[in-house]
């Protein structure tokens, strides 16, 4: 699942929320779901265990993973 397909699914104010409990703003969390910046591995897999795994890190990184 794509972060995109992620945030389809769920309610206004999610992306604030993740960006708030990730320790970013919800500016890079909206580059990151654009595609036009990729998490850094650590983020990746913090994003991972956010989403109880619904976005894979691999996904967001597969040159790393």
Request: proline fraction near 5%.
């Amino acid at each position: 699942m794509t972060l995109v397909e992620y945030f389809n699914a769920l309610p206004r104010g999610a992306k604030s929320a993740m960006a708030k409990d990730l320790g970013v703003t919800k500016t890079w969390i909206a580059l990151l779901i654009a595609g036009t910046r990729r998490p850094s591995a650590a983020l990746a897999v913090q994003i991972e265990q956010y989403t109880r795994r619904a976005v894979k890190k691999k996904e967001l990184r597969p040159d790393l993973f």
